[in-house]
């Protein structure tokens, strides 16, 4: 396999990386790494931000865009669309979402210590989690309340056919924040990003 394939496929899995990361994985020169991340960018199949990552300047990390994820197989779209065609014919619809509910009740029981977070604190470890995902996923702050944003959705050709899947990103919202997010724009209608809003009269406190 090629090494910008290989990169590209270490993207998908991971969602995000570091030319460091990557050329550990590839065990490379991080130089090489940077020569091919410039050909991809220049092809529109990855990008970048910079993410503040401790003390110091702030780390560019790489992560597939929308052209990026369309390079892969569609067989993994079409093995888990006909699972959720399965579910679906055997079971309620109902039962269906809430299983995606409880996907995202159990992420969010795994993390320790979110009860003593801040709400800007979760929304920081949300974007995270989102992120390893394959979402690309912002929030900020705007005047009473937060908005996060999603640009980017590795479920938006599979929830095409199964809206059910947004079911999972806006559970997880609503669990790791304990509030019920408003989904004002959603990429499967048509909007160009999923925008959720959460009222910062609903805002926590530190816990001392």
Request: hydrophobic share 40%; charged share 30%.
């Amino acid at each position: 396999m090629r090494t910008r394939d290989q990169i590209l496929h270490i993207l998908f899995e991971r969602g995000r990386s570091t030319i460091k990361e990557l050329a550990e994985e590839l065990d490379i020169n991080p130089v090489s790494v940077r020569h091919h991340m410039l050909k991809l960018e220049a092809e529109g199949l990855v990008a970048h931000e910079e993410e503040r990552h401790g003390v110091g300047r702030p780390r560019r990390v790489y992560y597939l865009t929308e052209k990026g994820l369309e390079q892969f197989p569609a067989r993994y779209v079409r093995l888990a669309s006909k699972l959720l065609k399965y579910l679906k014919s055997t079971l309620p619809s109902e039962l269906v979402t809430q299983a995606f509910m409880k996907m995202a009740q159990d992420m969010a029981a795994e993390i320790e210590g979110i009860e003593m977070m801040t709400m800007e604190e979760r929304l920081d470890l949300l974007t995270q989690i989102l992120r390893r995902e394959g979402f690309l996923v912002t929030w900020e702050k705007e005047g009473d309340k937060y908005v996060v944003r999603e640009t980017v959705c590795p479920y938006l050709e599979l929830g095409q056919q199964h809206p059910e899947v947004c079911t999972l990103d806006a559970a997880l919202i609503g669990e790791m924040l304990e509030v019920d997010a408003q989904r004002i724009q959603c990429m499967l209608t048509g909007d160009k990003e999923c925008i959720y809003v959460i009222p910062r009269t609903l805002e926590m406190e530190s816990v001392s």
